[in-house]
């Protein structure tokens, strides 16, 4: 039998060995960042093959099969889903090693218990037995999967404009899974294109029942849907920015810039900037009156590729991390807010590592209790979040904060079968910190141990996050 990814992958120590089978692989998982979907939660949407399942939303296995010399028609394009699957085994051995490879074998023998290394000459065998299993098995449900991996909550990623129905009808189903919306209003910053932001004006209007005509009306029109996603369970904002605000417009400016749009004139970047800032700073005020967290996924550089935009569309794997500084721009956002005193709690994400400490540091100016971990400089995210990823973030939280109160790990993916990436991450933390305790470096105390892994895979996430599944 195949070395590869053995039991004790990720856990060189006998004590990490310890940690991980006796503590953190049994613990439940809270997903407070994903983009599942509600619809397909409700429906325990099944799949006809691994093509479906594996190759249709996820970017990251798209990027790989481009860098690995795949042309478009096997990643997004119109190839048979046998092909498309064929194509990626293919060439998953130029991919040894990384995280793509190591996830989809971990996926391979969670979910279908085979433990073949997937190539071109074992495409067909796996195809075959994965059909017959999609076929068979009444247990591959997407609810079921999750499920299966101790999934108790689930946030999704969804726009004030979106109708929260299907979240009221799957909280109806009492699965035992709770699944809750994050409020990720991006479409209302983006007056620089006036043509969607009013289209999404038109919607948003739909669902609040009333005519979205000026700024008052728009500002009325978001504290509801804030207010409506709050009776559904969301305790959760979301915001991807290149860097957090440094310039705020007041109600007046405010009022100045939607006007301008409204008359199909173009805003300036300053109006643009300022403009993100003042909403920014009103979600925050209504974060912090409801005790909601405000996630902040800082330094992507996005579509950038004019050319494949117009093939695949957005977030279709060519989004990539920008050079911005993050620091000085996240402190003035958080000093802006404080002293306001509408600081919420804040998760800040960072996409690239040159930023990571700064960021981290900053957070830490502005920590203050009785909430434990209330600046969080969160878990490695999206191309950052691979084994030397992570344990860099563990390392940041060891120096600069407080790796006892961090909140754990996210998938951020749109893949229910990343699910396992729970399990990557728990397998490194527990070597980071069986690595720690036998080297000398952190006490020799088991059970004092045992209890910091428990709390960053599942007990602080319980309670920083306070869902109201918990409350019953």
Known sequence: ???????????????????????????????????????????????????????????????????????????????????????????????????????????????????????????????????????????????????????????????????????????????GLAVYPTFRPDWVLAVDQPELFFDWCAKLAKEVGFEIDSLDSLLRAMSQRHDDFHAVGCRLSDHGMTKCSETFATDEEALVIYNKVKANEAVSRAEHDAWIGWWLVKIAGWNTEKSWTMQLHLGPLRNNSDEMFEVAGRDAGFDIMDDAAQTLPAVTFFNYLESLKILPNVIGYNLNPKESVGLCNALQSFNKGPVRGKMQYGPAWWHVDHKSGILEQLLILVNHSALGCSVGMLTDSRSFTSAVRHEYYRRLLCQFVGEAMESGEMPDDMESAKALIKRICYGNAREYFAFPCYKK
């Not at 992958?9 to 089978?21: C, E, G, K, S, V």
């Not at 939660?41 to 860098?67: P, S």
């Not at 499920?147 to 129905?165: H, I, M, N, Q």
């Open 1 to 175: 039998m195949s070395n590869y990814l053995n039991t004790n992958y990720f856990l060189p120590t006998d004590t990490a060995q310890r940690l991980y089978h006796e503590v953190a692989a049994d613990q439940p998982i809270i997903d407070f960042h994903t983009h599942l979907s509600v619809q397909d939660l409700l429906t325990n949407r099944g799949y006809e093959n691994i093509t479906q399942m594996w190759l249709a939303h996820d970017h990251y296995k798209w990027r790989a099969m481009r860098a690995a010399g795949l042309t478009e028609d096997y990643v997004t394009g119109d190839r048979s889903d046998y092909e498309k699957f064929e194509a990626f085994c293919s060439v998953l051995p130029d991919l040894v090693n990384g995280p793509v490879h190591q996830w989809a074998h971990i996926e391979l023998r969670r979910i279908f218990g085979i433990n073949e290394i997937l190539s071109a000459d074992t495409a067909k065998q796996v195809w075959d037995e994965t059909c017959k299993q999609f076929a068979e098995r009444k247990d591959l449900g997407v609810l079921d999967i999750l499920k299966s991996f101790r999934y108790e909550v689930v946030c999704t990623t969804d726009d004030p404009a979106d109708p929260l129905t299907v979240h009221n009808e799957f909280a109806a189903l009492n699965s």
